[in-house]
Nanobody
Framework: QVQLVESGGGLVQAGGSLRLSCATSGFIFSINAMGWYRQAPGKQRELVARISKAGSTNYADSVKGRFTISRDNAKNTVYLQMNSLEPEDTAVYYC??????????????WGQGTQVTVSS
């Protein structure tokens, strides 16, 4: 059974930092790409950052230079370090196992989300 459990969200002032964690189980973490997405009230869910199994990363333009995605294959965990937070970063943040096309990577799965609120 695939499980993704986010943690680390909370309330922070503008300019502050948070580190989100996503602990996973039920699949071979090391061979799967992972992503962080967010959804603000009244808006569509959007990609924040993605990391491949090899560690290659890509980011939404709005977070480049401020957010860093990383992974620890020994702990089956993906992280999102968020610095210089802005009120516009307020959203529910979701961890996602990306769907792949090779053995052990099939299927996309989501965590339950963690709320990040940035006050001005």
């Amino acid at each position: 059974q695939v499980q993704l459990v986010e943690s680390g969200g909370g309330l922070v002032q503008a300019g502050g930092s948070l580190r989100l964690s996503c602990a996973t189980s039920g699949f071979i973490f090391s061979i799967n790409a992972m992503g962080w997405y967010r959804q603000a009230p009244g808006k569509q869910r959007e990609l924040v950052a993605r990391i491949s199994k090899a560690g290659s990363t890509n980011y939404a333009d709005s977070v480049k230079g401020r957010f860093t995605i990383s992974r620890d294959n020994a702990k089956n965990t993906v992280y999102l370090q968020m610095n210089s937070l802005e009120p516009e970063d307020t959203a529910v943040y979701y961890c996602k196992k990306e769907a792949g096309t090779t053995w052990g990577t099939w299927g996309a799965y989501w965590g339950q989300g963690t709320q990040v609120t940035v006050s001005s």
